[in-house]
């Protein structure tokens, strides 16, 4: 199927109240099924469900959507991936937008092989778990048992072990039937230069790293002897895992995130484990990376606030810093802790205990303090290009005054000092720009919100709009990109909208606005507006060219141009 074609199928095999019952108890309201909202913090049942329509939305967070939205918000996937997914379940087949064979072939063939290897990290996680609980597994359950971690959490978690054989995992790929090149491909075998393929996992701690839906894509191995090798490796990138995508633990943290409203944020795959064993199962580790924007992205379909987990040494404040800069521009809201010299999460936890656990994150300074203590131990020069970049950056209109005032307050500097980026960038949006009076461009708006207001409540009407003369009214960008994706989507339009357009959607059909059976008494108000703009316009185009042509000594014209301002005088006065 076609993409729309596949939306629409995949509403009629799967029930929102069904996905949405996995993650919460919902309980009947009259038409409605209420719950606590997964999305948030809260015990009062605020997120509610109409079976009928098919959307839920919470009078607490105002999250809204259909089972596409929250899909893809409980699970951390975007559009694209939730599609997949959900397609999946319901069995349906989703056409790639190709029409060439060769090419729809390698998309199959492709697709093929990603299950293969998914399959393979599902034998080869069961491989390695069988292996810490047989006999060759003493030595790595000793190790286990001497860093503290309980056995709920090492199952939990699906701690393995990789045995010091060469050959152990691809003797048990070869009976499998697996191919071991696709296994070397998914990064589970390492080929020797004579073409020989053998374990590359040998001796380790495996800890399986798992998609959002729950899925073995990768492995982290920790060595526990005295070898001279690496301490860590991890999966090579593969079809399946992209390293800079994914978060440790986030499947087994979400649902502590989404309760507890925040996320802590670490690094080391022990860190992680050791958190959630002390009862903070909101942790997640960033698998030896710095923090990329993808898993920014990730992190905030659970939760728009972190705490950060850092060492307390110069690398550690550096990866903080650069960590809250890439939070605060996209809006995010985060708290830096900094463990205690010669400290880790670990260390802390098991030696001094939850209570000095807590203390530190009681005592955690917000982002943007944390950057300017930072800022502080550099040069003026430095601390301004910072700030103005910071300024620069900020992804979110109303956040730029807030922290523009809170650098220049703390940093004792005035704001126009570091707000020089920030205004050739929107003089240089500017560019090209007639300018409008405040009033004219407030009038427009109103007319956009109006049209658009109807276009969501009644996409399918979409034509009728156009009789109206509707789409040529619209002069914001914003609006022109809402009605063309409406015109090109539909019903499935939300799916294909910026964040501030679907919150838009959703409000506009939401369960306190009117219900959607009058389609006809508001198109007819809608037409007396646009009739008025379009006699309004056309009077102020007359009078500008009769202007034009006053002084010119041609009568004739502006006796024509006179003419045509009294007829659309009159005809703007019949219309009223």
């Known amino acids: 199927m076609r993409s729309r074609d596949a939306i629409r199928a995949i509403k009629e095999k799967l029930s929102l109240v069904d996905i949405v019952r996995r993650y919460v108890e919902l309980k009947s309201n009259g038409p409605r099924l209420v719950a606590p909202c997964p999305f948030h913090q809260e015990t009062k049942p605020s997120f509610s469900v109409n079976p009928e329509q098919g959307l839920f939305y919470c009078f607490g967070c105002q999250a809204s959507g259909d089972i596409f939205d929250f899909y893809a918000r409980i699970n951390g996937l975007d559009f694209k991936e939730t599609l997949e997914h959900l397609a999946a379940e319901a069995g349906i087949s989703i056409q790639r937008g190709t029409h060439d064979t060769r090419q729809a072939g390698a998309e199959r063939h492709q697709r093929s092989a990603r299950q293969q290897m998914l399959r393979m990290y599902e034998l080869a996680a069961s491989h390695f778990a069988a292996s810490l609980r047989g006999n060759d597994g003493a030595e790595a359950r000793t190790y286990v048992e001497k860093r503290g971690l309980s056995q709920e959490i090492v199952e939990r978690f699906g701690l393995g072990w990789a045995k010091r054989d060469w050959q152990s995992l691809a003797d048990a790929m070869r009976r499998a039937g697996f191919n071991p090149s696709l296994a070397s491909e998914a990064g589970l075998l390492g080929q020797s230069g004579q073409g020989r393929f053998y374990d590359r996992f040998r001796g380790r701690l495996i800890f399986p790293i798992k998609n959002l839906s729950s899925q073995i894509i990768a492995f982290g191995g920790r060595i526990i002897g005295d070898e001279d090798e690496a301490k860590y490796i991890n999966s090579s990138d593969s079809p399946i895992y992209k390293k800079g995508d994914h978060l440790y633990g986030l499947a ?178 500017r560019a090209g720009k007639a300018p409008a009076s405040l009033g004219s461009r407030a009038k427009q708006n109103m007319r956009d919100v109006q049209i658009m207001m109807y276009a969501v409540r009644y996409p399918e009407r979409l034509a009728d709009l156009r009789a109206l003369g509707a789409d040529l009214a619209l002069q914001s960008a914003n609006a022109r990109q809402f009605w063309d994706i409406i015109e090109e989507w539909g019903e499935a339009a939300p799916h294909y909208l910026n964040e501030r357009q679907k919150a838009f959607w959703y409000k506009e059909r939401g369960p306190d606005k009117a219900p959607l059976d009058n389609g006809d008494k508001e198109l007819e108000s809608l037409r007396r507006n646009l009739d008025t703009y379009y006699a309004s316009t056309q009077n102020s185009s007359v009078f500008a060219a009769l202007r034009e042509n006053m002084g010119r000594g041609d009568f004739a014209a502006d006796l024509d141009y006179l003419r045509a301002l009294r007829d659309s005088l009159e005809k703007g006065h019949e219309q009223s």
């Open 252 to 429: 087994q943290a979400r649902r502590g995130i989404s309760a507890k409203g925040r996320a802590l944020l670490t690094e080391g795959y022990m860190d992680v484990l050791t958190l959630h064993q002390f009862g903070y199962d909101n942790a997640v580790g960033v698998l030896g990376t710095a923090l990329t924007p993808e898993q920014i992205k990730r992190l905030s379909g659970f939760t728009s606030h972190l705490i950060l987990l850092f060492d307390g040494d110069r690398a550690g404040r550096k990866a903080a810093l650069r960590s809250c800069e890439m939070l605060l521009t996209r809006g995010l809201s985060c708290n830096v802790v900094l463990m205690p010299e010669g400290e880790d999460i670990d260390s802390l936890l098991r030696r001094q205990g939850v209570e000095a656990f807590e203390g530190l994150l009681a005592a955690a300074p917000d982002g943007l303090r944390f950057c300017v203590d930072v800022l502080r131990a550099l040069a003026p020069r430095e601390t301004v290009e910072w700030a103005r970049n910071f300024i620069s950056h900020v992804e979110v209109p109303e956040l730029v005054s807030l922290y523009a005032s809170s650098l220049a307050q703390h940093l004792h500097l005035s704001e126009e000092v570091f707000r020089g980026g920030l205004a050739d960038r929107k003089a240089a949006d």
